[in-house]
């Protein structure tokens, strides 16, 4: 749920400021990725991993079309797409990176505790 709510705060955070999708929206969508894949089970960590493009995406898309950016046909549609991928890329980025990082460490924590423990 984090990894939803936490990054439409930042897009209304940045919707609010009168400013196209940024800091806040970033911040918001790498914490609420790592919060996910810190929280997700073993087997939930394949879905959190491959999760923040397309949440970071829609979220994207929602937000500009609401603050009404893009046209919605034609030539708009086309460039608006243009312009939701260039947006929304920073924060797919640094999301995936941060799940990513996460859920190594949690491979490599699990890895050592199996070691220490003999088995």
Known sequence: MSALVLPVLGAVVDE???????????VTAVIGSALAALTCSRAGAWWVAYAPPPVVMSITVVSEQLAGRTGAHGKGLTTGAVHWAVDAFPAMAAAEAAVLAVLAVRWFRSRRSVRKSGA
Do not use: E, K
């Not at 609010?16 to 970033?26: H, K, N």
């Open 16 to 26: 609010l400021a009168g400013s196209s999708l940024g800091w806040a929206f970033v």
